[in-house]
């Protein structure tokens, strides 16, 4: 089935630890992004990617890192967690254009202790 | 700045019709999405509104006025599984997405 997925679907980090997660779709779709949902707050986004080889940084970067070595691979990475950074984190794909819907994997619901 | 307001949250009763507002203030204007979030799921596609009016999808319609920087989401017929939360997306001049913080939709039978 056609999507996108997410791993781990939740995690329990102690601060200080490095953590990646990752997202794959299989739509062949050129941008991805990655936003994080905190209770009262819209989805805000940490980066995204417009097509394999290029990244950029959305509205709250800090502390995060992204790679996009393929079409169908884009993770992200924690290079060292903080209590901050305890959220939902939601990787989104979609076509090229930016009127085009966005698809969103189920989630990774991360706790930094 | 950049603005979007939604009501936190709204109750309807099964089988009855709800509006659900979006203001805006964005740097541009590429077009607004509305998506719908069951608790703990995630978002998915319910429309796209870039030209003044009403578009209408089976029980649920969107409406754009962007002189006035305003949608609204028109639930019919609404059905328990309506509950959930519907959020509210402006396309900024960047193409960047500008999320609402999300209207939480209870449904009571």
């Known amino acids: 089935i056609a999507g996108i997925t997410q791993a781990p679907t939740s995690q329990i980090l102690a601060a200080g630890r490095r953590m990646t997660l990752r997202c794959t779709q299989d739509?062949?779709?050129?941008?991805m992004y990655w936003y994080r949902q905190d209770l009262g707050l819209g989805l805000r986004l940490i980066h995204y990617?417009?097509?394999?080889?290029?990244?950029g940084k959305g509205e709250v970067p800090d502390g995060y890192s992204v790679s996009r070595a393929n079409t169908d691979d884009f993770p992200l990475t924690l290079a060292s967690a903080v209590p901050s950074q305890t959220s939902v984190y939601f990787c989104?794909?979609?076509?090229?254009?930016?009127?085009?819907?966005?698809?969103f994997g189920d989630g990774t619901r991360l706790s930094i202790l | 700045g950049q603005n979007i307001d939604q009501p936190t949250e709204m109750t309807a009763t099964e089988g009855a019709i709800v509006q659900i507002n979006c203001t805006y203030q964005?740097?541009?204007?590429?077009?607004l999405f509305w998506y719908q979030q069951h608790a703990g799921e995630a978002p998915t596609f319910l429309s796209y509104?870039?030209l003044d009016g009403l578009e209408e999808k089976g029980r649920f319609s969107s409406f754009l006025s962007r002189s006035k920087g305003y949608s609204y989401l028109l639930l019919k017929e609404l059905q328990m599984k309506d509950s959930a939360s519907y959020l509210c997306?402006?396309?900024?001049?960047?193409?960047?997405?500008?999320w609402g913080a999300g209207t939480k939709l209870i449904i009571k039978p």
């Open positions: 990617s417009n097509t394999a080889g290029t990244t």
């Open positions: 739509m062949r779709h050129n941008a």
């Open positions: 964005t740097s541009g204007f590429n077009g």
């Open positions: 989104a794909s979609s076509e090229e254009g930016g009127n085009q819907p966005q698809h």
């Open positions: 997306a402006v396309i900024e001049s960047n193409y960047q997405l500008i």
């Open positions: 509104n870039v």
